[in-house]
């Protein structure tokens, strides 16, 4: 079972970051909220990248539209580490 379906298993409502799969690093265990998807904000710059964004693009792109953005309480993670 790949990761998207072990999130997707434990919550049904979780949301996920689209085109960002390859920067799906895990999940968030935690018995007050629901399970939520947790993506690396270096690697979803790598990824932008590889579509062809220049760094600055990337970053800002992912500050903008994903990061500013708040879909509610299944909404995705983002770590930096």
Known sequence: MNLKEQIAE???EALFADGLD???IG???NHCEP???VYS???CVDILMKGGCTEEEAIEYLQFNTLGAYVGPNGPL???C
């Open 41 to 43: 904000a270096i690697k």
């Open 35 to 37: 399970c939520r998807a």
């Open 10 to 12: 434990r919550n049904e």
């Open 27 to 29: 999940f968030t265990h």
């Open 78 to 80: 983002f770590i930096s």
């Open 22 to 24: 390859g920067a799906l």
